[in-house]
Nanobody, 126 residues
Framework: VQLQASGGGLVQAGGSLRLSCAAS????????VGWFRQAPGKEREFVAA????????FYASSVKGRFTISRDNAKSMVYLQMNSLKPEDTAVYYC????????????????????WGQGTLVTVSS
């Protein structure tokens, strides 16, 4: 199983980026998918998750209204559209897949995920 995150880069505050995560080696439509991030010196934290159904998604309060998670099961892809970026969004962003297509409280937990990508760095300058 591989999850390949891409799309990170350097952007000014207020700008936008779209992260992509390509999955292979698994039946993608059977997995919920989440994005997490880890800023320098901080613990990894939940950002967003989307369930298998495509119609149920969850966001951390810090990104709600600015970030949008989506998926394309036909392409085995998940996306994170990030708008109105802030310097505090600077982090390495990771995508992860979980067979636990359950409630938000589960999908916000790192331990609920079975597979992880390698991360992509997002840097937001002020």
């Amino acid at each position: 199983v591989q999850l390949q995150a891409s799309g990170g880069g350097l952007v000014q505050a207020g700008g936008s980026l779209r992260l992509s995560c390509a999955a292979s080696g698994l039946t993608f439509s059977n997995y919920a998918v989440g994005w997490f991030r880890q800023a320098p010196g901080k613990e990894r934290e939940f950002v967003a998750a989307i369930r298998r159904s495509l119609t149920m998604y969850f966001y951390a309060s810090s990104v709600k209204g600015r970030f949008t998670i989506s998926r394309d099961n036909a392409k085995s892809m998940v996306y994170l559209q990030m708008n109105s970026l802030k310097p505090e969004d600077t982090a390495v962003y990771y995508c992860a897949a979980s067979q636990r297509n359950w409630a938000a409280s589960v999908l916000q937990t790192m331990g609920s995920y079975d597979y992880w990508g390698q991360g992509t760095l997002v840097t937001v300058s002020s």
